[in-house]
């Protein structure tokens, strides 16, 4: 891809079916995102890592906690300097506690993936 830049984007959509939480439009959102990304920004198809918790949709994989940072792991890995990265969340979120000394807040915010094993902050990338 010589002399153009990469648009990658990791999209997750988490609709937590049959749960005391269950959304009912988390996966329409990436759906409708990931169309407005090819067609109205020129990302490709294969660019695009879709993660729901839908099981009909054989295309995608579960956003558990580790599945959601391994795909941004993967996205950053491929990018080279000039490329545009996106990612986009469609679920639940919530707040927790801060562990960081001298953190100017009392709480961080989290994303809740499919699997509860909440992601916040800033981490270190897996290499």
Same mark, same amino acid.
């Given at each position: 891809?010589e002399?153009k830049n990469?648009? &990658?984007?990791v999209?997750?959509?988490?609709n @937590? !079916? ?5 959304l *009912?439009?988390?996966i329409n959102?990436?759906?409708a995102?990931k169309?407005t990304?090819v /067609?109205?920004f020129g =990302? $490709? *198809? %294969?660019? +695009?890592k879709l &993660?729901? $918790?839908e099981?009909k949709?054989? %295309?995608?994989?579960?956003p558990?906690?580790? /599945? ?5 792991? /993967?996205m950053v $890995?491929?990018a080279?300097?000039g490329?545009v990265? @996106? =990612?986009h @969340?469609?679920? *639940?979120?919530?707040r +927790? !506690? %801060?562990k960081?000394?001298? *953190?100017? =807040? ?9 699997d =509860?094993?909440? +992601?916040t902050?800033l @981490?270190?990338? !897996? %290499?």
């Open positions: 891809m002399g990469k648009r &990658l984007a999209l997750v959509g988490c @937590y !079916p049959n749960t005391p939480n269950e *009912h439009g988390c959102d990436v759906l995102m169309e990304l /067609n109205r =990302f $490709d *198809h %294969s660019n +695009i &993660l729901t $918790d099981h949709n054989s %295309s995608s994989t579960m558990t906690g580790a /599945n959601i940072k391994q795909a941004l792991a /993967n $890995d491929q080279e300097e490329d990265l @996106y =990612f @969340y469609s679920g *639940h979120g919530t +927790i !506690p %801060s960081k000394n001298g *953190h100017p =807040f009392r709480h961080e915010e989290a994303i809740v993936p499919c =509860f094993n909440l +992601i902050g @981490y270190q990338l !897996p %290499s």
